[in-house]
């Protein structure tokens, strides 16, 4: 059975739109959204200043901001049908700058996956496994044990790679090879 790794926030948990939200409310203005993001970075994104920044990162270290994440619409759908098909391995980059964020990992994806493991590193080109399903193109061109697949997001449109846009996509590449 083949090893998929997926990333979590990017491909399945929408990390970008509660992160918006609480940028515009510490902020007290009106940033760019999610959908016209040109950057993995939201922070470059939204244009935000170094000062701006550092607000936003302060105000999410709130210890419950974290557990607000939840998973894309059709992400539980498209893990669950993947499940069926391969060994799935959540691989996600721990948050420096929130005290507890490992543990609202781990605790959205046992709540709709138990039993699914989970890595947390930010060293994912030292994973191995068969692919890679990751929002983050510059984790995917750094390359790995592994053949990757990028899910198309807003941030990442300009960059030409292994592209995939659904789940559906997703399945077809994995069973095609």
């Given at each position: 059975?083949?090893?998929?790794?997926?990333?979590?926030?990017?491909?399945?948990?929408?990390?970008?739109?509660?992160?918006?939200?609480?940028?515009?409310?510490?902020?007290?203005?009106?940033?760019?959204?999610?959908?016209?993001?040109?950057?993995?970075?939201?922070?470059?994104?939204?244009?935000?200043?170094?000062?701006?920044?550092?607000?936003?990162?302060?105000?999410?270290?709130?210890?419950?901001?974290?557990?607000?994440?939840?998973?894309?619409?059709?992400?539980?759908?498209?893990?669950?049908?993947?499940?069926?098909?391969?060994?799935?391995?959540?691989?996600?980059?721990?948050?420096?700058?929130?005290?507890?964020?490992?543990?609202?990992?781990?605790?959205?994806?046992?709540?709709?996956?138990?039993?699914?493991?989970?890595?947390?590193?930010?060293?994912?080109?030292?994973?191995?496994?068969?692919?890679?399903?990751?929002?983050?193109?510059?984790?995917?061109?750094?390359?790995?044990?592994?053949?990757?697949?990028?899910?198309r997001r807003p941030?990442?449109?300009?960059?030409?790679?292994?592209?995939?846009?659904?789940w559906e996509d997703?399945?077809?590449?994995?069973?095609?090879?």
């Amino acid at each position: 059975m083949r090893t998929v790794l997926l990333d979590v926030d990017g491909v399945i948990a929408d990390f970008a739109t509660p992160f918006h939200a609480l940028a515009e409310e510490v902020l007290r203005r009106t940033l760019p959204p999610p959908a016209e993001w040109k950057y993995h970075h939201s922070e470059t994104s939204m244009g935000l200043s170094e000062h701006e920044t550092k607000s936003v990162l302060f105000a999410a270290r709130d210890l419950h901001w974290a557990e607000s994440i939840g998973l894309y619409p059709g992400a539980k759908k498209g893990v669950l049908k993947l499940l069926g098909m391969a060994d799935i391995v959540f691989v996600t980059a721990p948050w420096e700058h929130h005290p507890t964020w490992c543990h609202a990992r781990r605790k959205l994806l046992r709540e709709h996956f138990p039993g699914v493991d989970v890595i947390h590193t930010a060293a994912k080109h030292r994973v191995k496994g068969d692919f890679l399903v990751e929002d983050n193109a510059t984790c995917l061109i750094r390359g790995g044990p592994w053949t990757g697949l990028l899910y198309r997001r807003p941030w990442n449109e300009s960059v030409t790679y292994n592209t995939v846009y659904d789940w559906e996509d997703v399945y077809g590449r994995i069973t095609a090879t």
